[in-house]
């Protein structure tokens, strides 16, 4: 056709092929929009679904509230129907904004949108003032200018897809500020019974929802989401669900489109969109915030139990403390457990998933090790819809050792001035203390006391007790006689040489200490004076202070071999108590 040398028989066949060609791209984009018009369709199906769902929990909460056989029962599920009508109030406003911007779509691009129910036109319904949850119903078949784009654009995002204006920017606030309504009404929902038996919501439970609409992928956006839960005060029970729900409702505000950064969410999905394409948009968002309201009313409804778990065994249990001490008050926990044979829970300790799970118990194998263990995981299990509900727990374990006792009456003695080592065990209790009587000093070291009498009694007591922490209560065990003495006297030693032993004169220190049998090594003497005298020796002792002899070892050496030596000290012991002692060597 481009050519001036055509023959008339190839511009026809030309023209022929450029007609084709325009037929095949209208049959292609024809059957695309055929496409988002069942799309739309299967999107509306499934808004009536989540509705019915919603509905459904919502009229359990109704039945249980004018149920008058268990009227706390009752008072509690009309408390909660309270927060339920909250959360059906904030659904249907979001559910009307959108019809709304969907009509306005419908009436800029020329539609008749005021007849109903006829075959051949777009709405099956109106607004429903009886039930203004439920969308309206259309059928997109019959809209004439399904590829219209141009008006849908201007509605939803103006010129600008980076910066929308208009219904699309004030849909995207109104749809974040139902997400942050309806977690903060989730958390704020929880009630308690007063000592009266009035019920009424517990406000130290509370949401403050961020507001997250950038995140790098789903594991940023659970991080940001447990972080903010953590910072506020989340029932236990509520956690999993706020975080699902906050989840199903976060969309990422910018993001990039053929390699260009910074557009918009509003932008993303509204820009050249045909008409029905932005209706099956809108109508996808109306999903999100009805699956959002029947998982939040399904979650509140649990909270008086029924209908949200299965069971089909039934098994007593009984738990208590697993060792007591006579005469010792104890109880005994006695109560009927069920569990789904078909769906027993996962169990999980330390991170890693449990094998050995029967009857409804995971048994967790710990070897004892240390004093306290702080044992912790997880527990699930599937409710009828499929969900999973997970639970942490934790528990503490007091680690006793292995002791048995055997005692020497003969032998219970305190050494004054002494740091005398005790060790005293209380078997069958988490915590041991140990007394002493008047005079008597102690200090704690390690699973050891130092207790050191300083007075001048002849005798004192130590007594020793048991404290069970869980309970707070302290039993005394035992009481036990000691007698208090002096430390006995040490041995001198000449250099090496042991009193009684032979000494050449060469030693130059005096050392006054205890041998080998005797155990108290750590008992530490000082000598302040000496005197020494060597056989018939004429003239006075050799005489000195401190440890150091060496003025006398020139008189040693001089001295006959098997000549008597004598030394005469004054001791200080580690109770400061002086005493004289004399001790005799031969000379080699």
Request: hydrophobic fraction near 35%; proline fraction near 4%; aromatic fraction near 6%.
């Amino acid at each position: 056709m481009a050519g001036g040398k055509e023959t008339p028989r190839q511009k026809m066949i030309g023209m022929m092929y450029l007609v084709l060609t325009a037929l095949l791209a209208l049959n292609v984009s024809k059957s695309i929009l055929d496409a988002f018009v069942s799309i739309e369709e299967n999107i509306q199906t499934a808004n009536i679904t989540e509705l019915f769902r919603g509905d459904e929990k919502r009229e359990e909460l109704k039945e249980t509230a004018q149920d008058d056989t268990n009227p706390e029962r009752a008072a509690k599920a009309a408390k909660y129907l309270l927060a339920v009508m909250d959360i059906d109030r904030m659904t249907a406003d979001r559910i009307r904004e959108i019809d709304n911007i969907k009509l306005q779509i419908l009436n800029e691009i020329g539609e008749d949108v005021e007849s109903v129910s006829d075959e051949e036109n777009i709405l099956r319904s109106q607004f429903d003032d009886q039930n203004p949850l439920k969308p309206l119903r259309m059928n997109l078949r019959h809209v004439n200018g399904k590829d219209k784009y141009d008006d849908p654009m201007r509605i939803m995002i103006g010129d600008d897809i980076k910066n929308p204006k208009g219904k699309g920017l004030d849909l995207w606030n109104s749809f974040n500020a139902f997400r942050k309504e309806l977690t903060e009404k989730i958390a704020a929902s929880q009630i308690k019974v007063n000592k009266n038996g009035k019920v009424g919501f517990d406000k130290t439970y509370y949401f403050k929802a961020p507001s997250i609409n950038s995140y790098k992928n789903q594991k940023d956006l659970n991080y940001q989401l447990i972080k903010a839960i953590e910072s506020s005060n989340v029932h236990l029970d509520d956690r999993n669900d706020i975080l699902e729900i906050y989840r199903s409702l976060t969309k990422s505000e910018f993001s990039e489109v053929n390699h260009e950064s910074g557009i918009h969410w509003m932008g993303k999905t509204f820009d050249h969109s045909p008409a029905v394409a932005a209706i099956a948009s809108l109508s996808s968002m109306q999903k999100d915030i009805l699956a959002a309201r029947a998982q939040a009313i399904s979650l509140i409804r649990s909270r008086i139990g029924g209908g949200e778990y299965s069971f089909n065994k039934i098994m007593p249990l009984a738990y208590g403390p697993e060792v007591v001490n006579q005469n010792d008050d104890f109880e005994v926990e006695v109560l009927m457990v069920a569990y789904d044979s078909d769906k027993q829970p996962v169990v999980t300790y330390e991170g890693a998933q449990i094998t050995d799970v029967i009857d409804g118990k995971g048994k967790v194998k710990v070897k004892a090790i240390g004093n306290t263990m702080d044992l912790k995981g997880t527990v699930s299990i599937v409710n009828k819809s499929g969900v999973k509900k997970t639970m942490p727990w934790t528990k503490s374990v007091t680690v006793m050792k292995p002791a048995g006792a055997i005692e020497m009456p003969e032998f219970n003695v305190l050494y004054r001035g002494y740091k005398n080592r005790v060790i005293a065990s209380a078997s069958g209790f988490d915590k041991t203390l140990l007394g002493v009587s008047a005079g008597i000093t102690k200090i704690k070291n390690g699973d050891e006391w130092i207790v050191t009498p300083t007075g001048r009694g002849r005798q004192a007591f130590l007594t020793v007790s048991g404290t069970n922490t869980s309970t707070g209560r302290t039993v005394q065990l035992k009481r036990v006689a000691y007698k208090v003495s002096n430390l006995p006297s040490p041995s001198l030693y000449c250099g090496g040489v042991k009193e009684g032993g032979r000494i050449d004169g060469r030693a130059n220190v005096l050392i006054a200490k205890y041998g080998p049998e005797i155990p108290m090594q750590s008992a530490v003497f000082s000598i302040e004076s000496w005197e020494c005298e060597v056989g018939n020796s004429p003239g006075p002792p050799q005489r000195g202070n401190g440890k150091n002899i060496s003025i006398a070892n020139a008189l040693i050496r001089q001295a006959p071999r098997e000549t008597l030596i004598t030394f005469t000290c004054k001791v200080i012991d580690p109770a400061g108590t002086r005493q004289t002692m004399t001790r005799t060597f031969r000379k080699r």
